[in-house]
């Protein structure tokens, strides 16, 4: 054979092997009946068979087999699949080159995953070289799928002793990784993350919900996109029930994330949580929209989880906002610290965002504070400073702020030591009036103008946001009926939204919930006379109730109420003997602002403000002390800003609002 007829043998015989390595492996019902008894603790998946089309079944009774380890073969074609259910004590392995790819048209659920655990122990996957992938473009079509953010790649509930390692997890249509609960008060515990990368996902790189001992190490976070937050990781409790314990992420990177790098959004958390403890060390970020955004709540006095908060040695690089944010971070509450951090050309194209940004909502009732930046670097080519505090509470002053910034600006460096007086100078305090807040605890409401009657064709147009509070008032053998109308904040088609039904006596019943799809229509019969408490979690929608028959007014425990693109004039009742009250109204931001007016009984204007960003208080006497008063306010849209979120609070009155005067419920004789 001449050499030119060799290589053309030699060719051919590489060609041959190559089709036959890219060929499907075969299925083994022998190999699968020694692993059913025992005799094999490690098995292969394509003993179950490979379908190119569609492996599920195969690759599903791989999982239940019951093998201590499992390996998933690059067959040279991916896996194709549909969700998939993990078993504990088992490793799953999947060869370089392996593709688990989520079937196409499948996964019509809102919840559905490409793989879900619940309640389990002992998972590994192991997968250097391997890709977990959806079909994010498709989830994000309204005419092929439900809206959802919870088609997640690998999604744990309550699972313990998890190791997660070489793997890239790509193209969901929710977070890469969700760490949550299947039972109150049990997280996903003993879990490790390591040499991962989450890539093009639709809702969070990573979200973690509830987790004890979490270590993740040299994981890549990036190109997140499609529904909010869009974070490269979340940690965000959805209960007070629910902890951040020992989380420690090192030598992350998180980069060009639509939304934050490294995102703490704790607000449900309160002081009687257990203590938050979460380490950052040596992590980056680069390019997303914030670097480090940490959140608390100062709303109560059971507000401002425990804890430790620590980014130690990290490195944000031009974020589109500011660098680090701090928001609602009561002073009582956990220590943060940033330590031997540098923020980098943050913000160039907004010079009036300062590199730090901390601020207090418009329902904080504490001073804020309790955070350290120690040796921390500033490099900024625009010369602003270096830190910014907004208080849209009006009162809320800064405590407890500590620690040295070094700023690099024009070749100079010149270090700052964060002293009360320095504070007092970058961000001066403004002082509102301090007025006692109103009772409502064991509060009963009546109609305030009992003979007047509610016009049934005056529909309230007021949006609430986050939590939805409403009263309606009856009485008892009444068939009381009421709508509630959940509509979209931005992209997206609303998720069911919880409603409760709490009688006068804190009866509680758990009605249907609001669908999100045009007004959801209630009725009960009223065991009791008095105001019905009608409670509507619309999640980061807003809801507005109504009732063609019975009086509905806008109510808020806490006092505060965080309204939407709200316009029109509102209602609210002065109690007898009150000497002085005041209502306090906030925008949002900078740029979502909104116009008020304070009107008399006679409607006569006592005071206007237009175009509020930050908090502005409204303070007034009743005109009589004999008797309540029934005074308005009215909201407009401003000549600055837009109307979107803003926050109007009731100081030293009830919390009650009506968009007329007929609606008006008040307190009780």
Not at 159 to 184: H, M, N, P, Q
Not at 289 to 296: G, M
Request: charged residues 25%; proline residues 5%.
């Amino acid at each position: 054979m001449n050499m030119k007829h060799f290589a053309v043998f030699i060719l051919a015989l590489s060609c041959l092997a190559a089709v036959r390595a890219a060929a499907p492996p075969d299925a083994n019902p022998a190999a699968v009946e020694e692993v059913r008894s025992g005799k094999r603790k490690e098995a292969r998946a394509s003993w179950w068979g490979f379908d190119p089309a569609d492996s599920t079944a195969a690759l599903q009774a791989a999982i239940n087999s019951g093998a201590r380890k499992l390996i998933v073969e690059n067959t040279g074609a991916p896996w194709i699949t549909d969700k998939l259910h993990l078993a504990g004590n088992q490793e799953i392995v999947f060869e370089k080159g392996a593709i688990v790819q989520a079937k196409r048209g499948a996964f019509k659920g809102t919840g559905d995953s490409l793989f879900s655990a619940s309640s389990k122990t002992n998972i590994t996957l192991t997968g250097y070289g391997a890709t977990l992938k959806m079909w994010k473009q498709d989830y994000d079509d309204k005419t092929q799928y439900k809206h959802a953010e919870w088609r997640h790649v690998l999604d744990l509930h309550s699972c313990s002793r998890v190791r997660i390692t070489g793997l890239t997890l790509a193209d969901s249509g929710g977070d890469g990784i969700y760490l949550g609960v299947a039972r109150k008060g049990v997280p996903c515990s003993d879990v490790v993350i390591r040499d991962v990368v989450c890539d093009n996902n639709y809702r969070q790189g990573i979200s973690v919900i509830s987790a004890r001992n979490l270590l993740i190490e040299n994981c890549v976070l990036k190109d997140t996109w499609g529904t909010a937050p869009e974070a490269g990781i979340d940690f965000e409790p959805n209960h007070e029930s629910e902890e951040l314990s020992n989380c420690v992420m090192r030598n992350c990177v998180s980069e060009n994330n639509r939304g934050d790098a490294y995102t703490f959004y704790l607000r449900p958390l309160r002081a009687e949580s257990k203590p938050i403890s979460v380490r950052i060390e040596n992590c980056r970020s680069i390019g997303c929209r914030r670097s480090a955004c940490f959140v608390t709540a100062n709303d109560s006095d059971t507000a401002g989880v425990k804890g430790t908060m620590d980014f130690i040695n990290c490195k944000f690089t031009s974020a589109q906002q500011c660098g680090i944010a701090v928001g609602d971070k009561s002073a009582s509450g956990a220590r943060v610290s940033f330590v031997n951090c540098q923020v980098i050309n943050a913000a160039t194209n907004q010079p009036a965002t300062a590199p730090i940004s901390l601020s207090s909502s418009s329902s904080a009732t504490e001073d804020f504070g309790n955070i350290r930046f120690a040796d921390c670097t500033i490099t900024d080519p625009l010369n602003r400073l270096p830190m910014s505090y907004h208080d849209m509470s009006g009162g809320a002053g800064l405590r407890d702020v500590t620690g040295m910034l070094i700023v690099k600006h024009d070749d100079k460096t010149v270090k700052h030591a964060l002293t009360p007086k320095l504070i007092a100078e970058w961000m001066p305090h403004r002082s509102f009036k301090q007025i006692t807040k109103f009772a409502t605890k064991d509060t009963r409401f009546e109609p305030a103008l009992p003979t007047a009657t509610p016009q049934a064709s005056r529909r309230c147009t007021a949006r609430q946001r986050d939590l939805s509070e409403w009263l309606l008032w009856a009485e008892a053998g009444q068939q009381a009926a009421f709508t509630v109308l959940v509509r979209p904040v931005g992209k997206g088609t609303p998720r069911p939204a919880p409603v409760t039904l709490i009688a006068p006596s804190g009866k509680l019943t758990k009605l249907k919930d609001a669908e999100g799809e045009g007004e959801t229509a209630y009725s009960f019969l009223a065991a009791e006379t008095g105001a019905h408490k009608i409670v509507c979690e619309p999640h980061n929608w807003t809801a507005t109730v109504n009732s063609a028959s019975h009086r509905v007014c806008i109510y808020s425990t806490s006092g505060s109420i965080h309204f939407l693109g709200t316009t029109g004039e509102f209602f609210f009742w002065v109690p007898a003997g009150a000497k002085e009250f005041a209502v306090k109204v906030a925008g949002d931001n900078p740029g979502e602002r909104i116009k008020a007016i304070l009107r008399d009984p006679d409607g006569r204007t006592i005071e206007e403000k237009d175009s509020i960003a930050e908090a502005h208080q409204f303070v007034a006497r009743p005109r009589t002390d004999s008797a309540g008063e029934i005074w308005s306010l009215r909201l407009d849209k401003p000549t600055i800003g837009i109307v979107e979120d803003f926050h109007v609070q009731l100081q030293g009155i009830p919390p009650v609002f009506s968009h007329t005067k007929e609606s008006l419920l008040k307190p009780a004789k």
